[in-house]
Structure formats: C-alpha cells, structure tokens
C-alpha cells in the first residue's frame, strides 16, 4: 500500500469516526509529513481523496484538489515547514491565526485585541497575544486540539521551550494556550461571548478573517475603564485614544456594544483619586513596537485624557446614539 493509500484510508476511518479521534489525526498528519518531505503534485494530492468523496470536491480533478487542499490546509502547511519563517513574534502570531482560521472555520471566530489592532494601524504596540472570541462553548474542545497541534509543532520546530492548555472556557475565565519562549511568554487568549453584533470581516495577507468592529472593541476597553480593572488594563486607555485618532466611530453602533457589555456609567473615571492612580499606572505603561523591547515614546497621559474625556462623554450622556465620531475633527457631530 502506498503513502497516498495509507492517507485515503487514513481519512476514511477519521470520517467513520465524526473527525473526532486524535490519535487517526496524528497518524494522519505524521504520513502527510514523510509524503511531503518526498514531493507532491496533484496527481498525488487526487490519490489521497477518498473516492466515494471526490466529486464533493468539484468536477475536475484540479478543482477537486484545490477544494481538498483548502479544506485540509495542513496538506499545505506540512510542505511548507522547512521554508516557514518564525524568527520572530510577529510571525508566529501570524502562523497561529492562518491556522486556527484553518482548522476552525472563519465565520466560527471573530479576532480582537492587539494583534488586530496592529493589523488596523500598523506597529502601534508590541502584543504578546492572539484574542479571540467563539459563541459556542462547544467549540472550544475543537480549539483545544489545534493549540495542542500549534505547541507539537512549535516544540519540534524549537520555536518554543513548552506550552500549556486551559482546560475550559466560560463566560468569567477565558481558555488559550500559553507557548513559553526564552525568558517571556506568548499566547492565544479564547473568550467566550457573543458575536451577533460588531463583528465585521479584514482581509489579512493569507485571507479574510472576522474581527471586533472598531466600535466592538472601543465599547470593550470603556468597559474596562469603567471598572476596577483599570489600572491593570491601561493599556486600553492607550488603545482607545489611538483608534479613535485614526476611525471614525457609528454611535448607534458603539451605543449597542457598551449596552451589551453593560459598561458601568458610574465608575468613569472622572474623580481627582482615580485619575491620579490611572496617571500613575499610565506613566508606567510601556509601549514596544515591533521585535524590540526598547520602550517608546506614547503621548502625554493629559493630552489621552482630553481626547477620551470628549469621545467619553457624549456616551455616558446618552446624546452620541445618532452622531458619528469624526477622527479628522476629532468630535462627535
């Protein structure tokens, strides 16, 4: 029996078995890796599809074979590991995006946090972390087996040192994965919340993804900064003041996000207390770009303040639901 047999057979057995059993899909991915270290052409990649499935997959063999390659990218992947380039954190972060949008569906997942915001407005901070948020706690047993995947692989790539796993997901504890490099860590942080509203899709260099709406994630870190978060989080004070220098922001739409994040009004941070604590932990922020850990320059916490003061306040008056946020003028109209 060849190697494009044993991979047919392979796939047979795994769909017998709803995709679910780990051990196929590491044999699986172990065979496909000895067959691509021998090269492949399309010819091979047609052996290896079952045939009662093949005109699933289009009507000629080379549709067939581009639509198989597309549901199993790690046909792709595997091929690509000795060229693929992970020198650095960027790109890492970017590998693990292209393959969890992958594995799991794009529309299963919607992308936040500053790895999207670095893709929005380029090299604003330095993130250690790939966010994001699914709707169905189901799926997180799905997600727990491409980071299992994601760490295999970074191990044997000698990417990473080790990695762990958070077991679960709910509505107050996030899920992900640690990968632990020399001397810091990076990670993929899982969220658990809804995603009937302010999620829009972006267009990355490896393909289109679903991500927090700019008015999605603002609500977000206001959320945050109306709580006593805060002073751990300043960071999102940083964030916002930056978005909302470079978009222009839907009130109606950023109104339905902080409702559904249920932002509490009366913690804003307006008081003389709170905001000398919030100057004190701002000072303190640092802000990285790119691969270096040299701190740079962020603007004054005053000038922050004054920006976020004059987007903030409309919102909690309740007087910006039917007004834009124009960047360019920088104010509600």
Same mark, same amino acid.
């Given at each position: 029996m060849g190697v494009s047999d044993a991979i047919r057979n392979s796939f047979i057995i795994l769909k017998k078995m709803n995709f679910r059993c780990k051990l #196929? !899909?590491? +044999? +699986?991915?172990?065979?496909?890796e000895s067959w691509c270290l021998m090269g492949q052409d399309d010819n091979d990649i047609y052996k290896c599809i079952p045939e009662s499935d093949r005109k699933l997959y289009g009507d000629t063999v080379e549709e067939q074979c581009k639509n198989f390659l597309e549901k199993y990218p790690q046909f792709q992947m595997k091929s690509m590991d000795k060229s693929l380039d992970l020198s650095t954190d960027d790109k890492i972060m970017d590998y693990i995006v292209q393959t969890i949008t992958n594995e799991l569906g794009a529309k299963n997942l919607a992308y936040k946090g500053g790895y999207i915001l670095n893709k929005r407005i380029p090299n604003i901070r330095k993130t250690f972390d790939v966010d994001f &948020?699914?709707?169905?706690?189901? !799926? /997180?047993?799905?997600?727990?087996?491409? *980071?299992?995947?994601?760490?295999?692989?970074?191990? %044997?790539?000698?990417? +990473? =040192? &080790? /990695?762990?796993?958070?077991? /679960?997901?709910?509505?107050?504890? %996030?899920?992900?994965?640690k990968f632990k490099r020399e001397g810091y860590e990076l990670g993929v942080d899982v969220g658990l919340h809804p995603l009937a509203i302010g999620i829009t899709s972006l267009t990355l260099e490896f393909g289109e993804v679903f991500a927090f709406s700019i008015e999605r994630s603002i609500a977000d870190k206001i959320a945050v900064l109306c709580s006593r978060k805060r002073f751990r989080r300043v960071k999102d004070l940083y964030d916002i003041y930056m978005m909302i220098r470079h978009f222009n922001v839907e009130g109606k739409l !950023?109104?339905?996000? *902080?409702? *559904?994040?249920? #932002? =509490?009004?009366?913690?804003y941070p307006d008081d003389e207390e709170t905001l000398t604590q919030l100057a004190f932990a701002y000072h303190k922020l640092n802000i990285y770009r790119g691969d270096s850990?040299? %701190? @740079? @320059?962020?603007?004054?916490?005053? =000038?922050? @303040? +004054?920006?976020? &003061?004059?987007?903030c306040k409309p919102l909690c008056d309740g007087v910006a639901q039917n007004q834009l946020w124009d960047c360019e003028v920088k104010g509600w109209k």
């Open positions: #196929v !899909l590491n +044999i +699986i991915n172990i065979i496909i &948020s699914i709707a169905n706690r189901e !799926l /997180y047993e799905d997600v727990k087996h491409v *980071l299992h995947d994601l760490g295999d692989f970074f191990v %044997s790539q000698k990417v +990473i =040192e &080790s /990695y762990r796993v958070k077991d /679960y997901v709910n509505e107050t504890k %996030s899920g992900g994965i !950023l109104c339905e996000c *902080l409702e *559904l994040r249920q #932002v =509490e009004w009366n913690e850990m040299i %701190s @740079m @320059m962020k603007p004054e916490f005053e =000038e922050v @303040m +004054i920006l976020f &003061s004059i987007f």
